[in-house]
């Protein structure tokens, strides 16, 4: 799939788009325990690609390939825990992720391999389940970032990719393309040289934070927030 807007390309994203609607809109009427279903599928999912990867299905080193060190490996853990406990630090990092580098890493896939290899199935599967669950817990469930939000996770991020920086220094991998950009075309193409495009990227995720915090606003304006801590009472019956 490293071909953009191929036939694979644009139908793995239209399905993703479309389950990610289904998914939002599902969770709006009727909330339930299909969600954790859905944390269940996303760390199955991840755990079988390291699983892979550590006997060997990747060219290269294990240590420097196997490390679920990624943003987008992480973001599938983070989205399947913010899914099954629903914990507001949670839901704002799978939001600010999600919608920013898993969505980029779904528009331009660093995937050379094609439909229906195991590897397409669990790439789109990973990525597109951490957009479905960052839209479902906040524009289904409404669980809307607070205002504190987007300094937090831009903390924890700058903060994460100095740690995984000092780990690709010390294996001499790439974990978030820190030492070099990706094979396949992508957004940093046009960021410059290293080391410019990181700084570049910086910017770029700030802005995107920015206006994903500002559409989440606009949102929580307009519907009532909600709140799941515990699960309704099944004294009464419904009409």
Known sequence: MSGLLT????????????CSTGAVLAARTRPGAWIKALA???VVDEVSWLIFLLAGGQPGSRLAQSLPLQLCDVGVFVAAFALWFRRQWLVELTYF?????T??????PDLPQHFPTYPYFQYNIAHGGVVAAALLLVFGLDLYP????????????IVYA???GTVDALTDANYMY???KPPAPTLLDVMGPWPWYIGAAGLVALVLFLALDALARIAARSRPRRTYEAPPSRRGSRA
């Open 7 to 18: 036939a694979e390309h644009v139908g793995a994203l239209a399905a993703i788009a479309l």
């Open 40 to 42: 269940v599928v996303l």
């Open 97 to 101: 992720w999600g919608l920013t580098g």
């Open 103 to 108: 969505l980029q890493a779904l528009l331009t």
């Open 146 to 157: 607070r205002r504190s939000a987007l300094l937090k996770v831009a903390a924890i991020t």
């Open 162 to 164: 100095a740690l995984v």
């Open 178 to 180: 820190l030492r070099s």
